[in-house]
């Protein structure tokens, strides 16, 4: 049984192909995403997603999201006194997705395709495949994550040849991809984008709009103040689309 993991910059999510087309496997929650959030309590106990993403306010210090932006590189994330590299936390959110998925399909999974940004270089595949292998899982292929968009809206079965623009704005990073087909073979032929530009960072303007209306500089509020305003934000900013 191979699984789907799309490893993203603040959800993750796992799939699988069954019978009558993809699944995405619920977690713990029963719900289909789970935050790309690790931390660390007092006891040194691994909390990863929606019970390390309560801890933000508490604890922030203890607890970190978007490390996906800094994958393949030498970063080092302090989580309650113990170091870890952006690979090191990607491969607990692995971690986590493989051991909903085994609950769920009822077996042992130990083979994964995972989804990453057009733009990562050979360095930030690399360091995803890696992350995968430290979770346990033997990574059958890196795959494109407009590619994988293109795939599951079926232009790989347009007949004619074609080029068509993949616009993928996720939550920390923007990518614009074109791709074409050429007798069913698909080629990224070009990527753009920025790599901090997302739903991140609007609630960042978010933060700073009300700080600045308020005459808050944020240099004088505590980390867990901030948080608290970032939260807060963050919930306005889900609620201007509804």
Known sequence: MIIGIDLGTTNSLVSFFGENGPIIIPNKFGENLTPSVISINNDKELLIGKEAKERIIAHPECTKAAFKRSMGSDKEFILNGLKFTAEDLSSFVIK??????????????????????????????????????LAGLKVERIV???????????LHNKKNNTKFL????????????????????????????????????????LVNMFLNHNKLDINDLDSKTLAIINKNCEKAKIEFST
């Open 144 to 154: 494109n994550e407009p590619t994988a968009a293109a795939i599951a809206y079926g």
């Open 96 to 133: 986590s997705l493989k051991e909903d998925a085994e609950i769920y399909l009822g077996k042992k999974v130990e083979e994964a395709i995972i989804s990453v940004p057009a733009y990562f270089n050979d360095k930030q595949r690399k360091a995803t495949e890696r992350a995968g292998k």
């Open 166 to 205: 993949v616009f993928d704005l996720g939550g920390g990073t923007l990518d614009v991809s074109i791709l074409e087909i050429y007798k069913n073979i698909m080629e990224v032929r070009a990527v753009s984008g920025d790599n901090y530009l997302g739903g991140e960072d609007f609630t960042d303007i």
